[in-house]
């Protein structure tokens, strides 16, 4: 029985109701005074459900479709405006003990090099990051009890907090680990960690099974409760994403959205972020072998029905993708990606050879952070490194209420500016330095309260003389 705010996932992601929202979205896909309705709906930027966003994916008239791609690019621009902000993945560890089919870090697979970054590395590579200019990471390690147990996590997220390279410091930790209990969640919650990330790689129940045949991610209900159990702890910003590829799409995305209203009946606050990645190529893994595999238009749909469905939700594409197939989804609605990505375990400090490879999966995006900056401003885009509101206490419902209510955007505009601000001060190519600073003077001008701008110029003077870390 479907059942957003039961505790139980068979009940939350019902199989039954994904099947019949499937079915209706089929039989509507045509059905022009219906999209109309739900178009008409989504343009009050609360949000759809997801039987309606169900029937936009679907939905088979032309122009209908290019209204919803209109209208996510412009939902996009009043919520995240032309700001993106940065990020960078950061392996501790690719000791796993699931079997996960589609990851080169299952355990069975032998030819892969095996690593796990001791206190003295993390710091080499944090302080590499840091010279990268980054100040928002998100920690990865497989799933070993033994390898990488929590004390393991904890101690590594306090190294990386600890570090002040020059005028570098890493300001937000996000974490992406295996399904852990409440108490597990609340030790990290006390360490200090931003967003809780846990794929769900797919909602289909039966081909997750099959997916992890082996370890305890084969626990379906175990892992899909992770996010429950991750609030009860206390963390109130998660991310949610799956696999696309792993099953159909049109399953996956319904799952996914349910999953969100799930959160937000049972917790009143739905998920932080939205991840999108792609199955991709990796050491003893081929893509080709899973048959679901999607294109790049189904691709940039799913961002935008997504952006049109869940507004307030922050959308994730990483190096997974080309800079082309980035370059397409900006502007649907993605507001975070990550830049000069190492996908390896200690690949920031040296590049691995070949015959070592440790990496979870090939980065098509290859290009440095200064050129993914270069890039983006190049595009109109504003690369922002801000961190503000998890320093601020502005977490779960706080900061969902600000953002329902537009407030936030009185934060985010100023705060992108002072940060990149202190990237091309400290970071950036002189090309980048010059393009940068001619867009922060247009983008100061574009600030429309006069406090909040004056104390901005003030801000970024002063950062031009050696001072950091300003935010609102
Ligand atoms: S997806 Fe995660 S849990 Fe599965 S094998 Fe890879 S690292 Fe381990
Ligand atoms: S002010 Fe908050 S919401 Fe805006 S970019 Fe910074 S951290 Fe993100």
Not at 136 to 141: G, H, N, P, Q
Request: net charge negative.
């Amino acid at each position: 029985m479907y059942n957003p705010k039961s505790s139980n996932a068979e009940e939350f992601i019902c199989h039954e109701e994904i099947l019949d929202t499937l079915h209706y979205a089929e039989q509507n896909s045509k059905n022009a005074a219906l999209i109309d309705q739900i178009i008409e709906k989504a343009k009050l930027r609360k949000g759809l459900s997801h039987r309606e966003a169900s029937v936009l994916l679907a939905c088979e008239l032309e122009d209908r479709n290019q209204e919803v791609y209109h209208l996510a690019e412009q939902i996009k621009k009043d919520f995240y405006g032309n700001r993106i902000v940065m990020f960078a993945p950061l392996y501790l560890s690719n000791y796993c003990v699931n079997g996960c089919v589609y990851c080169p870090y299952h355990r069975q697979n032998s030819h892969i090099a095996r690593k796990k970054l001791t206190q003295d590395e993390i710091r080499k590579e944090v302080i590499a990051l840091q010279d990268m200019g980054h100040k928002r990471l998100a920690l990865e390690a497989g799933e070993d009890p033994q390898m990488n147990p929590i004390e393991y996590i904890l101690e590594s997220i306090e190294t990386i907090y600890s570090i002040k390279h020059k005028n570098g410091a890493i300001r937000r930790v996000n974490l992406n680990i295996a399904a852990t209990t409440v108490e597990n969640y609340r030790k990290l919650k006390e360490a200090g960690i931003g967003t809780y990330i846990l794929f769900q790689e797919t909602y289909h129940k039966e081909s997750y099974e099959t997916l992890h045949p082996t370890g305890p991610k084969h626990n379906y209900n175990y892992h899909t409760e992770a996010m429950d159990r991750a609030m009860e702890g206390g963390i109130d910003d998660v991310g949610l994403g799956v696999l696309f590829g792993l099953e159909l799409y049109r399953y996956e995305f319904a799952g996914l959205l349910m999953h969100a209203e799930h959160l937000e009946a049972a917790f009143g606050v739905g998920p932080h972020t939205i991840s999108v990645p792609r199955l991709r190529r990796a050491d003893d893994i081929d893509p080709n072998a899973f048959d679901n595999g999607i294109d790049d238009d189904t691709f940039a749909k799913i961002v935008a029905c997504i952006r049109v469905a869940v507004p307030y939700t922050g959308m994730i594409v990483s190096t997974r993708e080309s800079q082309k197939c980035r370059e397409r989804v900006l502007h649907l609605g993605i507001s975070q990606i990550s830049g000069g990505s190492r996908t390896s375990v200690g690949g920031y400090v040296e590049e691995e050879p070949e015959e070592e490879n440790s990496a979870q999966f090939d980065v098509s995006d290859t290009r440095t952070l200064d050129q993914v900056v270069h890039w983006l401003m190049t595009m109109g885009y504003i690369p922002s490194f801000c961190t503000a509101c998890y320093r601020e206490g502005r977490t779960g419902d706080r900061f969902m209420s600000l953002c329902k209510n537009g407030q936030i955007l009185n934060c985010c505009h100023p705060n992108a500016l002072m940060t990149l601000k202190e990237y091309l001060e400290d970071y950036a190519a002189p090309d980048t330095r010059r393009i940068g600073e001619a867009l922060i003077a247009r983008e100061l001008e574009a600030i429309p309260n006069p406090k909040v701008k004056s104390i901005a110029a003030q801000n970024l003077k002063d950062i031009a003389t050696g001072s950091r870390d300003f935010r609102f």
